[in-house]
């Protein structure tokens, strides 16, 4: 079992930047693909990007547009979701999920998520 604790969200103005962290414990962070999601009040859960264990990247390309960049550090059990150019139609609780299947994993259903952290954009 894998623990994920995502930490970096608050309030931003319009066009600013953040940077999430998610901390990966309870097993060897290897071979596993991490991602973010993202929910809005009122949406659906959205895919935003993923990277796997040899840095494969994928990202949610309708949504974050070339503004936000995932990227992980082993030694630390981490990965990170860098987010540029921030909007207020970015505001929702990004969620860290894990799994073993990218596939799954990109598609909903990691095994591991962790609690959330709110990010809010002002305009």
Not at 42 to 68: C, H, M, P
């Amino acid at each position: 079992q894998v623990q994920l604790v995502e930490s970096g969200g608050g309030l931003v103005q319009a066009g600013g930047s953040v940077t999430l962290s998610c901390a990966a414990s309870g097993r060897t962070f290897t071979r596993y693909t991490m991602s973010w999601f993202r929910q809005a009040p009122g949406k659906e859960r959205e895919f935003v990007a993923a990277i796997t264990w040899s840095g494969g990247i994928t990202l949610n390309v309708d949504s974050v547009k070339g503004r936000f960049l995932i990227y992980r550090d082993g030694a630390k059990n981490t990965v990170y979701l860098q987010m540029n150019s921030l909007q207020p139609e970015d505001t929702a609780v990004y969620y860290c999920a894990s799994g073993d299947d990218r596939g799954a994993v990109i598609a909903g259903r990691a095994e591991s998520w962790g609690q959330g952290t709110q990010v809010t954009v002002s305009s």
